[in-house]
C-alpha cells in the first residue's frame, strides 16, 4: 500500500526546504525594507546606525543560513559543499568577528552597504530556491537569479575587505582576540586579518568560478565558438 504524499519523504524534504527558505527570504526581505525604509525617512544618519537597528536580525539569518553546510552534506540540497563554504565563511568572519566585536566598525557607512549587497543576493536566491522547490519556475526569476551575483559578488568581497581594513586599527588598539601562548608564542589578531584579507580574494576567484560554471549549466550559456573556416 503506497504512502501518502504528505508521508513519502521527499514530500516532507521539499516541505522542510520550502520552510527554510521562506523563513530566510521573509527575514531578508524584513531587512532589506527597514533598511530602506530608514535611508528614506532619515537620510545618511540612518546609515550609522545599521548595525544597532538590523543587526541582531542580520545576525540570526546568517547563523540559520549555516544550516545549509548540514542540507549538502545529508543530501537534501543539491549543491556543492566547498563554495558554499566559502561564502558562509566570509559573512560569518566579517559579520561576527569583524563587526560586532568592535563597536567603532559597528558605525562605518561601510556596514551599511555590505547589508544591503548581501540582503539584495538572498531575497533573489531565496526566492528562486522557494519556488524551485515547489516545481514553479519562472525564465525572467532563474536568469536573474543566476546573474545578479556576478556585478554584486565581487563588490561584496570589496565591501568586506574595506570593513577588515577599517577594523585593524581598533583590533590593534584594544588587543580583541590577540593572546599569548604557551613557550613565549603568541597571537597577533591583526595579522590573522591580513592574512585573511589574501585569502579572501583568492576565496573570490573559486568561488566566482565555480558560480559562473553553474550558471553556465543552468541557463545553458555555452562559451561563443569560432567556425572552422
Sequence with gaps: MALPAWLQPRY???????????IQFCGHSWIFTN???????????SMVDTFYAIGLVMRVCQSI????LLHICVGIEPNHLFPRFLQLTERIIILFVVITSQEEVQEKYVVCVLFIFWNLLDMVRYTYSML?????????LTWFSQTLW???YPLCVLAEAFA?????????????Y??????????????????????????????????YSERRDILGVFPFKKKKM
Design 164 to 176: 577588515i581594513y577599517q577594523s585593524l586599527p581598533y583590533f590593534e588598539s584594544f588587543g580583541t
Design 132 to 140: 524551485s522547490v515547489i516545481g514553479i519556475s519562472y525564465a525572467i
Design 65 to 68: 543560513s549555516l544550516l545549509e
Design 35 to 45: 533598511m530602506t525604509v530608514r535611508f528614506f525617512s532619515f537620510g545618511e544618519d
Design 150 to 152: 556576478m556585478p554584486i
Design 12 to 22: 516532507r524534504k521539499n516541505t522542510y526546504l520550502f520552510i527554510y527558505y521562506l
Design 178 to 211: 590577540s593572546t599569548k601562548l604557551p613557550f613565549d608564542l603568541s597571537i597577533y589578531f591583526p595579522y590573522v586579518l591580513k592574512i585573511y584579507l589574501m585569502m579572501l580574494f583568492i576565496g573570490m576567484y573559486y568561488t566566482y568560478s565555480h558560480l
